[in-house]
């Protein structure tokens, strides 16, 4: 597969991928991704003729916006750049895993890998957020975090449209007209995408001062940037699509009146003291997106056309897939009409089978014994239907009438957290420190999905609800009593609540108040556990009723590496002490002192880095 053009090529030799009309109708739909000669290669996505998100230009390895595809063992991506022609493909290391790529109707872009089990499976989607809009905050500011903020030495444009949450102006300089001269200094803004480049210049073979040695001899040049350590970027004109990311290798420097050293660190700042105002307005912004989100259909089968050459995907094919609403006889079938053999879990309230269908693969089955739990399972279908994410159990069907009640997920062979973690049996696969560290980086990005992107709080995070696949990736299940905050709202009150013993917050346990940080609170117990092997629901030890208290003990005696569980083997003891450490701020009493979902996901980063 090949995205590209050949400006020598009949027809400029264009190659782009289009999504389907419909998922029904296999005709040229309205998305596209194809490259741009006018612009640095990248892939830019395309609604018509409308710009809607660029991936942010190739730096080497990949494309400066999307740091988080990087070359494994299994495929490498792929850039050949000629003169006059530029073409982006990627290449399958490992025979048995193959990879496709693939433009839904609605414009959402999908990256599948085929597993052991010779079927396709999730691995990246873009766009992801309000921030990957092509030029959501406008010329001459950054999006980070779904936070719009102006440049060093701009300011919006129309403050009045800005308040009003209409980002579409941008900003301008501060002082106007801008005096250049050879005091000028440039800001550093870390860890983006760097902007559109179609008004950018390249030169090659420079170092970081000699790019920045040549924007500084250029009245012209608003901003540079140093790609894969010797491409040098120049731009003039306005900085369109700026986005700062969570991680990332690249920086860019804007021009500012002074050399002052103090603004090499002010992004730091602006990021700190983001506007309560700025970001109760965007809220509203994301809730459309993930509402957005939410219409779409959980689409395994979605096919996709490889732009002009009209060709699928090689490897494993997707033939089948299961509608929202389920037919009660297919799933009969597939359990072998509810057989005790099939039987995963029981209780009285409900049963899980294993449960297995053509085309499909197998499925983890929950049905109701009891009209007891119905409005959960209907909540939990309503839910689980907005969500899709690596990390979140994903929806494959429900069946509700006729006495029966069922809703039907992907099958995780792993089991659940907590049959692995308190195994009884040492010799059942417990995991060591590597893949307690990947479980534990899994749930945080489950949770943050749901808090940042969804404005969503699980309300039961504990280990039975952590799913595991083979290896040891977790999803996030049982969403019952998950509810979604309204616009503007960032707390509620429960009219029930599990009283599972050790994972309940404080506030929600004596209040009944619950936000996004009683899922932190929660997260914080499951997190020690997995360090410490000890099981919060029955804890008990000596001088200690509970395990918050046991490992706050140790860690004020400055004893808390022998807290980490001895089955899981050696494990670096400045990881597993700064594990423990984001584990007890997170089970702070206070709400307020607990860290967010995405400051965790930043410092598990670090740790592992």
């Known amino acids: 597969m090949r995205i590209g053009y050949d400006m020598s090529a009949a027809n400029n030799g264009l190659l782009q991928l289009r999504s389907w009309k419909s998922e029904s109708d296999p005709s040229p739909g309205d998305y596209t991704i194809s490259m741009d000669p006018r612009r640095m290669p990248e892939l830019l996505l395309f609604n018509g003729t409308d710009l809607t998100y660029r991936t942010g230009p190739w730096n080497g390895q990949g494309f400066n916006g999307q740091p988080y595809l990087k070359p494994t063992n299994d495929v490498v991506f792929n850039m050949d750049v000629r003169e006059g022609s530029a073409y982006y493909s990627f290449t399958a290391l490992n025979t048995s895993v193959q990879w496709r790529l693939v433009l839904m109707p609605d414009g959402i872009a999908y990256r599948w890998r085929s597993n052991s089990d010779n079927k396709w499976e999730y691995y990246w989607h873009w766009p992801q957020s309000m921030c990957d809009s092509y030029a959501f905050c406008g010329p001459n500011a950054f999006c980070s975090t779904a936070v719009c903020q102006c440049l060093p030495e701009f300011v919006p444009t129309s403050p009045r449209e800005w308040s009003q949450r209409n980002f579409a102006g941008g900003c301008v300089r501060s002082v106007s007209p801008f005096s250049c001269s050879s005091a000028n200094g440039f800001s550093r803004l870390s860890l983006v995408k760097v902007p559109d480049t179609l008004n950018a210049t390249l030169v090659r073979g420079k170092s970081l001062d000699g790019c920045r040695q040549l924007c500084l001899g250029n009245c012209s040049c608003n901003a540079y940037a140093l790609l894969g350590g010797s491409d040098c970027l120049v731009w003039s004109g306005d900085l369109l ?34 506007s309560v105002v700025g970001g109760l307005l965007l809220i509203s912004a994301l809730l459309v997106f993930c509402y957005r989100r939410s219409q779409r259909k959980h689409l395994p089968l979605a096919l996709e056309l490889f732009g002009t050459e009209h060709e699928h995907a090689p490897g494993p094919k997707l033939t089948a897939h299961l509608e929202q609403s389920l037919d009660l006889d297919a799933i009969r079938v597939a359990t072998n009409n509810f057989a005790e053999r099939n039987s995963i879990i029981s209780t009285r309230s409900k049963t899980i089978y294993k449960g297995t269908l053509p ?32 990390n979140i159990i994903r929806m494959m069907g429900s069946c509700m009438g006729n006495n029966e009640n069922v809703i039907c997920y992907e099958y995780m062979p792993g089991g659940s957290l907590d049959a692995i973690l308190f195994a009884e049996d040492d010799n059942c696969g417990v995991p060591d420190w590597p893949s307690r560290i990947h ?5 945080c990005e489950g949770l943050l999905y749901l808090h940042e992107h969804c404005r969503i709080v699980h309300r039961d995070i504990d280990p039975s609800n952590i799913l595991l696949s083979d290896g040891f990736s977790p999803k996030i299940s049982d969403f019952g009593l998950a509810t979604l905050l309204d616009q503007g709202q960032s707390e509620g009150k429960a009219e029930s609540f599990r009283r599972t013993r050790g994972y309940n917050s404080p506030e929600l346990f004596y209040r009944k108040s619950y936000s996004v940080k009683s899922d932190v609170y929660s997260f914080g117990i499951v997190l020690l556990e997995i360090v410490t092997g000890c099981k919060a629901a029955s804890f008990s030890r000596e001088g200690a009723d509970d395990l918050f208290t046991y490992v706050r003990q140790h860690w004020t005696q400055g004893t808390a590496e022998q807290l980490k569980d001895p089955r899981m083997g050696d494990a670096p003891r400045g990881e597993v002490g700064r594990c423990i450490h984001i584990g007890l701020r997170c089970v702070q009493d206070d709400p307020d002192v607990r860290p967010t979902m995405s ?7 670090a740790i592992r880095s």
Do not use: F, M
Request: hydrophobic share 40%.
């Open 241 to 274: 699509d700026t986005v700062q990311l969570t991680i990332g290798i690249d920086d860019l420097y804007t021009r500012v009146s002074h050399n002052d050293p103090s603004h090499t660190d002010r992004q730091t700042a602006i990021i700190v003291s983001v």
């Open 359 to 390: 085309n499909v693969g197998d499925l983890a089955i929950k049905r109701l014994n009891t009209e007891a739990g119905l409005e959960e399972l209907k909540n939990e279908v309503k839910i689980l239907a907005r969500l899709d994410h690596p």
């Open 439 to 443: 479980i534990i980086q899994g749930i």
């Open 599 to 605: 400051y965790i996901r930043n410092t598990l980063a």
